[in-house]
């Protein structure tokens, strides 16, 4: 820190949000691709990005135009023969990174035009992070069910949220694997295996799959492995399962619904499949 930072609480503030953004995009972006998993990696992409518009609009609205020139217009050719990390790199990755750093460097120099907003002396406060949407809770918390009560279902959410933003990933692993256990009786099942083989379509049951296989696994090597000479703790990576979770849940209240309306399918079990068009 400068002598200069001292007397600038406002630029100390955004150079410290920035270096934040930068962690959290190598933390939970870039790591996924370095692990050649790309529908991770996109995902966990399109979460940061919109949650870093978000900060954009409300502290350096300056910077969206360039963010937008530099980053969301940047394209390049996907190359056969190159690893899923070099490709992502070449795409968008090192125009982001080297977004990032300058916009560091400029804040650090004073030279990015904000709102006045900043709290004197005070880091700047990245926009509250959601795992689960608040709107998802909200419409489980409007449905009146006479045959599920979701108010377990709704508690473990507004916990998973309350971990994610407090860094407790050991704890949100065990909520989500909780609520995958929690949920298969809506559908008729016993199971969340049987729910996710019996659902359509493919997207929705490729997203249900990536957490009966992945998070499962993440969250049972969380549960039951032993006490070790060395450990290590999951980051915000490891929990990136925001997405499938809210394809879950929004699934969840389609067919609570579908019971409060007593409109059920023939066998009165409703399946995950796909609304019917206009």
């Not at 940061?48 to 394209?75: C, D, G, N, V």
Request: charged letters at 25%; aromatic letters at 6%.
């Amino acid at each position: 820190m400068t002598e200069s930072d001292h007397h600038n609480p406002k630029r100390l503030a955004l150079t410290r949000a920035f270096e934040r953004w930068q962690k959290d995009y190598y933390d939970q972006v870039d790591s996924h691709f370095a692990n050649e998993d790309k529908p991770r990696g996109m995902a966990a992409f399109a979460s940061w990005e919109e949650r870093f518009h978000l900060f954009l609009r409300e502290q350096a609205p300056s910077l969206l135009p360039m963010y937008k020139k530099q980053i969301t217009m940047h394209r390049a050719v996907t190359l056969a023969g190159m690893s899923i990390h070099r490709n992502w790199k070449r795409n968008k990755g090192e125009a982001l990174e080297a977004f990032l750093t300058q916009c560091i460097a400029d804040a650090r120099a004073d030279r990015v035009v904000t709102r006045d907003i900043l709290s004197e002396g005070a880091p700047a406060a990245t926009p509250p992070v959601e795992f689960i949407d608040p709107r998802r809770v909200s419409e489980l918390k409007s449905l009146h069910n006479t045959e599920f009560d979701a108010r377990g279902l709704i508690r473990m959410c507004e916990e998973a949220n309350i971990c994610y933003n407090n860094g407790c990933y050991l704890a949100l692993l065990m909520l989500c694997r909780a609520i995958i256990d929690h949920v298969p009786p809506t559908f008729g099942q016993e199971s969340f295996a049987q729910v996710v083989s019996g659902c359509s379509p493919k997207s929705t049951r490729a997203s249900l799959e990536h957490l009966q296989q992945s998070l499962r696994n993440v969250a049972d090597s969380a549960l039951h492995t032993h006490v070790r000479r060395t450990e290590t703790l999951p980051t915000r990576a490891q929990v990136a399962f925001s997405a499938e979770m809210d394809v879950l849940l929004g699934e969840v209240a389609r067919v609570l619904a579908l019971h409060e309306s007593a409109t059920l399918l023939p066998n009165n079990s409703p399946k995950l499949t796909r609304r019917a068009g206009p």
